[in-house]
């Protein structure tokens, strides 16, 4: 069966320092999909970025970046710069092909960015 | 933003009653889906729907049931509620089946069973 593990349950960093939460992954699929979501204190889900299992070029949005590395099933994610507004639980999720779209997400990180 | 929306947003219930979630979409797509939060587990899936009356379990669904009898519309029962059913259920939904299709979640309903 699939899993997501996100480690760090809280983190907490002073504004402009960098930040990066860690997700680890199981699966027995060669083919699959990973997921960030962002869900801020207002409570809605934001999703971030979908990577597939074949495609582990790093991505970078402006101050956001995903390493995805499939010799250690993670996929990682950082934020450069951190600002008091990225303050929010970050989920990782997993869909592998047979499961379609349905989700398996990580515990969950809380990040607070202190002014 | 997708058009999904949820109601209630907050209810709070007693023990061995049964409540009714609603999840309404205005996006027309096939597929939604029921999760529910808490804390030290992220989101779990309860049931999912691929399309009107057809719905399946998800990791989490004893002591829940759905239903959809319309595209845009699809309900969660709990049908005698427990303390241990007190959370925040998400809907979602995605436009089509495949691994690579990323959902879109509702506002969230917090339920608390006393």
């Known amino acids: 069966a699939q899993k997501v593990t996100q480690a760090q349950t809280e983190i907490s960093v002073v504004e402009k320092e960098d930040v990066t939460l860690d997700c680890v992954y199981e699966?027995?699929?060669?083919?699959?999909?990973l997921f960030w979501y962002k869900q801020p204190p207002s409570g809605e889900l934001v999703f971030l970025i979908r990577?597939?299992?074949?495609?582990?070029q790093n991505e970078i949005s402006g101050r956001y970046s995903w390493n995805f590395q499939k010799s250690t099933s993670s996929f990682n994610f950082t934020i450069t710069a951190s600002q008091v507004v990225d303050s929010a639980v970050y989920f990782c999720?997993?869909?592998?092909?047979?499961?379609?779209?349905?989700?398996?997400f990580g515990e969950g990180t809380q990040l607070t960015v202190n002014p | 933003d997708a058009g999904i929306t949820q109601s209630p947003r907050h209810k709070v219930t007693e023990t061995g009653t049964p409540v009714t979630l609603r999840c309404h979409q205005t996006?027309?797509?096939?597929?939604m889906y029921w999760y529910r939060q808490d804390p030290g587990h992220g989101l779990r899936l309860i049931h999912y729907?691929?399309?009107?009356?057809?719905?399946d379990k998800g990791e989490v669904s004893d002591g829940y049931s759905v239903s959809r009898s319309k595209t845009e519309d699809f309900l969660l029962t709990l049908e005698s509620a427990t303390s241990s059913q007190t959370s925040v259920y998400f809907c979602?939904?995605?436009?089509?089946?495949?691994?690579?299709?990323?959902?879109?979640f509702g506002q969230g309903t917090r339920l608390t069973v006393v």
């Open positions: 729907s691929y399309g009107v009356k057809d719905t």
């Open positions: 699966t027995r699929d060669t083919t699959y999909y």
């Open positions: 996006e027309n797509h096939r597929y």
């Open positions: 979602a939904i995605s436009e089509r089946q495949g691994a690579y299709t990323e959902a879109f």
């Open positions: 999720a997993l869909s592998e092909v047979a499961g379609g779209s349905r989700l398996t």
């Open positions: 990577r597939n299992s074949f495609d582990e």
